[in-house]
């Protein structure tokens, strides 16, 4: 009878390591690329930071982030147009908005990984302004991952903001991406009526808060500086206080998506946050 037992238990756990649906949950973020999505330079910053250094120019930094994780990849952001990376004066400003420049390309610094397009598993945007959503339909087949509000939100002429046959999730609040935890999608209204943040959990780093367009420069967060154009003021103060409350619990790093500094802090591509 002991023997019997034992050989059905050893044929049951065998039977487990070969059926991923029933084997031990992969988890885990391994490595976090940050890459250079654009450079912009805007010709007022008072334009983001109400009353402060009116009439002179800011400079703005524009990231995609991609993560390994052991479940597959997820790209956060997707950046400026591709073809500005073609335009050898860069694509001039609209108003007080930025001019930008690309120095790389996103699908090449992709190709540099030995990632493709098809092999993103899940992506999600930030917001759906074209600095941040600008190259969604490089990846038609990658699952889009973005706040109902936000989808539902009428564009210019009350166009969609996507493509209606692109394949999407639309959340109505935070979203645990992988099921572990350590890939958050928190839902930060204010910006726009959808906007979102990210939340990463890494081995090394801990957690790290991608902060897409919550606050542009990283006084904005400090002293609650919130631009005339949001949709929302209660709501951008209250998920920037949300931030504020996770990143004291956790101990975590904030990453100011437009601040030069941030980017600058962070590894340069192709080295990884880990």
Request: charged share 20%.
């Amino acid at each position: 009878m002991k023997l019997a037992y034992l050989v059905t238990a050893a044929s049951l756990a065998v039977m487990l390591s070969a059926q991923p649906g029933l084997a031990q949950t992969k988890s885990g973020v391994d490595k976090l690329y940050i890459l250079n999505c654009g450079d912009g330079v805007g010709p007022d910053q008072s334009r983001w930071s109400p009353g402060v250094n009116v009439g002179k120019p800011l400079a703005v930094s524009d990231n995609c982030y991609l993560i390994h994780h052991a479940q597959g990849w997820f790209l956060w952001d997707t950046g400026v147009e591709e073809a500005i990376a073609a335009m050898p004066n860069g694509k001039p400003g609209e108003g007080t908005g930025p001019a930008w420049k690309r120095p790389k390309t996103l699908a090449s610094q992709l190709d540099q990984l030995g990632v493709k397009p098809s092999d993103i598993k899940f992506m999600g945007i930030s917001h759906t302004h074209p600095d941040h959503a600008g190259n969604v339909e490089m990846f038609p087949q990658t699952m889009l991952l973005v706040q109902k509000a936000e989808y539902d939100w009428p564009g210019a002429n009350n166009a969609p903001r996507f493509k209606p046959e692109h394949p999407v999730t639309k959340l109505e609040g935070d979203y645990d991406v992988f099921g572990d935890g350590s890939v958050r999608i928190l839902k930060t209204p204010g910006h726009t009526p959808g906007h979102q943040s990210l939340q990463l959990t890494l081995k090394k780093a801990g957690t790290v808060i991608i902060s897409g367009d919550l606050f542009h420069v990283r006084d904005n967060y400090r002293f609650r500086r919130v631009p005339p154009f949001n949709v929302e003021r209660a709501d951008t103060l209250a998920s920037i206080d949300r931030v504020d409350t996770i990143l004291k619990n956790t101990k975590g790093r904030l990453v100011v998506h437009h601040d030069p500094q941030d980017f600058k802090s962070l590894p340069k591509f192709p080295k990884y946050l880990d």
